[in-house]
Nanobody
Framework: VQLQASGGGLVQAGGSLRLSCAASGVTFSMYTMGWFRQVPGKEREFVAAIRTGRTYYSDSMRGRSTMSRDNAKNSVYLQMDSLSPDDTAVYYC???????????????????WGQGTLVTVSS
């Protein structure tokens, strides 16, 4: 599985960004897809996931982000609004065919990772 994340960049506080992740080499529709983020010195943390049409969000992202997928394009998207400097991180997309619901928010639930895209939110 190859994952290619894109869409990161520099945005002012209160702004929006839309991240994309394109997958190849898999039957995409069968995969649970996730977004995680990481800042230097901290553990990678869950942001959002989509599984069988249902979406899941971290507490910090719920209400100001929307994850979606387009199986025809083998892609997932993360629309993030009302961004704050605390959202500054490298964002990674991840894929798994086997992750169970209780592990969906856990890094170890995913076997496949993209290279990450940097999101910087200025104050």
């Amino acid at each position: 599985v190859q994952l290619q994340a894109s869409g990161g960049g520099l945005v002012q506080a209160g702004g929006s960004l839309r991240l994309s992740c394109a997958a190849s080499g898999v039957t995409f529709s069968m995969y649970t897809m996730g977004w995680f983020r990481q800042v230097p010195g901290k553990e990678r943390e869950f942001v959002a996931a989509i599984r069988t049409g249902r979406t899941y969000y971290s507490d910090s992202m719920r209400g100001r982000s929307t994850m979606s997928r387009d199986n025809a394009k083998n892609s997932v998207y993360l629309q993030m609004d009302s961004l704050s400097p605390d959202d500054t991180a490298v964002y990674y997309c991840a894929a798994s065919r086997t992750v169970i619901l209780s592990e969906l928010r856990n890094v170890r639930g995913y076997q496949n990772w993209g290279q990450g895209t940097l999101v910087t939110v200025s104050s």
